[in-house]
């Protein structure tokens, strides 16, 4: 079957300063060509510094002239995150984007990141939290669009308040879950917070459909040492134009939430086709996991403590 090409119109965005979280490969290097094209000077903080320089190579092959930098951010180590920051405050310019897209998914046993929180919880959301904390002043100067990745699966599960880090009863996909729930929570907390204190910031979700990416493909690193029968199934559908999208067609949904004049703060954003899979990109109803304002303040607090990592109160 044949895939009709989709495609989104993105501004000039020179003179505008984006940090992207997960840039070096899959969907976000795709968002990060996009964004260097249209002329954003770009700031790629990145756990794996040699999948970095590899990442700005292949982007200045499509676009020789890109304003790229690179520097060395673990979100599964708070100490990281806050090192990175330090870095982006005592530079001072102002950014203006922030997409929030890194994450991982389904590690087979329950693994922990540095602080010792479960690793997807800790890397997919509390990492991203702490990254908006010690760049809010930047955010703030930049009155900035916050963009947050999130997932279908944020439209399953529950947060597990009785056991936020699966320490007793871990599962991959619930885990996952939470993860993301969590973090759409936050970005839809943050815009709330920035409109009752003046910080300028708006802040809304997006989420990339089902397309063929390395998040369920073999990662030793996770204790997965091949590939996942379900991202077989996605690479052979994606491949014939069924249902799911490509990479290309995945970073539309965030590319378009983060610059779209269209898009607004607390809203979500995906894949218009059938189930959400693939298609355009357009707003979409928020998923019922995310409509509880109480669930939201309480996911703002418990992420605060548990990064150490406070917003201001006006």
Do not use: C
Request: glycine fraction near 10%; charged fraction near 15%.
């Amino acid at each position: 079957m044949a895939r009709r090409p989709l495609d989104i119109t993105i501004p000039n965005l020179t003179g505008t300063r984006a940090v992207l979280t997960g840039g070096s490969d899959g969907i976000g290097l795709r968002i990060a060509t996009r964004l260097a094209a249209a002329g954003a000077t770009l700031v790629l903080p990145v756990r794996n510094l040699p999948k970095g320089e590899a990442a700005i190579a292949t982007i200045r092959e499509t676009v020789p002239s890109a304003a790229v930098s690179l520097h060395p951010m673990d979100l599964a180590s708070l100490e990281s995150v806050a090192a990175f920051g330090e870095t982006m405050r005592r530079e001072g310019s102002p950014i203006h984007l922030l997409i929030n897209n890194a994450g991982i998914m389904t590690p087979p046993a329950r693994q922990t990141t540095d602080d010792g929180f479960e690793l997807q919880f800790g890397t997919n959301h509390l990492g991203h939290v702490a990254l908006v904390s010690h760049l809010l002043p930047l955010l703030r100067a930049g009155r900035a669009r916050v963009t947050s990745q999130v997932s279908v699966a944020a439209n399953q599960g529950a947060i597990n308040w009785d056991d936020l880090n699966w320490a007793h009863s871990y599962d991959g996909m619930r885990a996952y879950s939470q993860s993301k729930i969590a973090l759409g929570l936050f970005g839809l907390e943050l815009g709330r917070r920035s409109a009752a204190n003046g910080w300028g910031i708006s802040s809304n979700l997006s989420h990339p459909g089902v397309a063929p990416t390395n998040l369920l493909s073999a990662r030793p690193e996770l204790g997965r040492t091949g590939d996942t029968r379900s991202v077989r199934v996605i690479r052979w559908l994606s491949g014939r134009g069924i249902l799911t999208g490509t990479p290309e067609s995945a970073a539309l949904t965030a590319l378009y939430a983060a610059i779209s004049p269209n898009a607004k703060s607390g809203r979500l954003y995906g894949p218009q086709g059938l189930a959400h899979m693939g298609g355009a990109p357009a707003e979409q109803t928020l998923y019922s996991r995310l409509r509880s304002e109480d669930e939201a303040r309480s996911v703002w607090q418990v992420s605060e403590e548990m990064t150490r990592a406070p917003f201001p109160v006006g």
